[in-house]
């Protein structure tokens, strides 16, 4: 079985100031790891995904994500924010060969003048 | 291209009735995913459905809940004889393939209220 656990359930930060949403998971086989976007009322939108390959991925709206396989962590990363990235993120993982997505229990960064 | 599509968005029952929400995936995807988002937090797996199949119901609760993908129409998830601690955001999501990557599309949620 697969858990994950996103290690901050809140991150304020300022705008323009860079941020990390820290995610590390477990598993005993190997695994593809995903980040989503949920804004307010709103289904969550796909931020980016690993599958194989380069182990830093980039996605959509300037954010980028790191593999570490020896660490099992997938953290989400900006250099930038904005007040529109406000909104609450999860990270996700799921076993090669499965089809179910287990997710962390979010994190909600808030986004301040 | 439309997305997935739920409905409806939001629904309100009383302790006792039946609740009915729907999911029409994307085009092109025979395969649909249901989750359950409880207050405060994340997503739970429920089941897993291919047209006509349920591949996958390891998340769905033992009794009153049940989903069906029919060959025509939609995908429902039915709960009986709803409860108070069924309040919460159920999302629909669609995927194109049934191997490989997992990656899926997820409508907008239906928010069930008990009251």
């Known amino acids: 079985a697969q858990s994950v656990t996103q290690l901050d359930s809140q991150v304020p930060v300022f705008e323009e100031a860079p941020v990390e949403l820290r995610c590390n998971y477990s598993s005993s086989v190997s695994v593809y790891l995903f980040w989503y976007v949920q804004y307010p009322n709103q289904g969550l939108q796909l931020l980016l995904k690993y599958l194989s390959g380069s182990t830093l991925v980039k996605g959509i709206n300037g954010f980028e994500a790191e593999f570490n396989k020896s660490q099992t962590s997938f953290h989400l990363r900006k250099p930038s924010v904005h007040i529109s990235d406000t909104a609450e993120y999860f990270c996700?993982?799921?076993?090669?060969?499965?089809?179910?997505?287990?997710f962390g229990q979010g994190t909600r960064l808030t986004i301040n003048p | 291209n439309a997305g997935v599509m739920q409905n409806p968005r939001h629904l309100v029952r009383r302790r006792g009735q039946e609740a009915r929400l729907r999911c029409s995936p994307m085009k092109g995807h025979s395969h649909v995913y249901w989750y359950r988002q409880l207050p405060e937090e994340g997503l739970k797996f429920m089941v897993y459905?291919?047209?006509?199949?349920?591949?996958?119901e390891s998340g769905m609760p033992k009794e009153r809940f049940s989903a069906e993908f029919p060959k025509e129409g939609p995908s429902i998830l039915r709960i009986q004889q709803v409860v108070r601690g069924d309040s919460a955001a159920y999302f629909c999501a669609s995927s194109p393939t049934g191997t490989g990557s997992p990656e899926a599309f997820f409508g907008q949620g239906t928010r069930l209220t008990v009251v």
């Open positions: 996700a993982v799921s076993a090669q060969g499965a089809q179910k997505l287990v």
């Open positions: 459905l291919q047209k006509e199949n349920i591949i996958d």
